[in-house]
């Protein structure tokens, strides 16, 4: 089970950091990622971390940032320079993605309820 959280409403060009709690499923030995839903959107892959490697999304690339921390197994997604693009449901997942197959929703088997991130201009 995951629980994401950290989300809200946030300003343009502000930042916002998302965090993922998993319970039964220890994040580093799986693939943990960040996916996210505009209104009227599909679900896009944002970002993912597999072992040591980082995957980003080019629309924010540069702006986000995934991390893990096993002591605590969460999973966190830093956020910069924010604008109303970024505003969507926010989600975390895991599984047993592989390389080809990181930014492919179906790789995950493990969702989170998400979390509403707003970006106000």
């Known amino acids: 089970q995951l629980q994401a959280s950290g989300g809200g409403l946030v300003q343009a060009g502000g930042s916002r950091t998302l965090s993922c709690a998993a319970s039964?499923?220890?994040?580093?030995?799986?693939?943990a990622a960040w996916f996210r839903q505009a209104p009227g959107k599909e679900r896009e892959f944002v970002s993912a971390i597999r072992l040591g490697s980082k995957y980003y999304a080019d629309s924010i690339k540069g702006r986000f940032t995934i991390s893990r921390d096993n002591a605590k197994n969460t999973v966190s997604l830093e956020m910069n320079s924010l604008n109303a693009e970024d505003t969507a449901v926010y989600y975390c997942?895991?599984?047993?993605?592989?390389?080809?197959?990181?930014?492919?929703?179906?790789?995950?088997?493990?969702w989170g309820q998400g979390t509403q991130v707003t970006v106000s201009s």
């Open positions: 997942a895991t599984g047993r993605a592989i390389v080809s197959t990181i930014r492919d929703a179906r790789s995950y088997d493990v």
């Open positions: 039964g499923r220890t994040f580093n030995q799986y693939v």
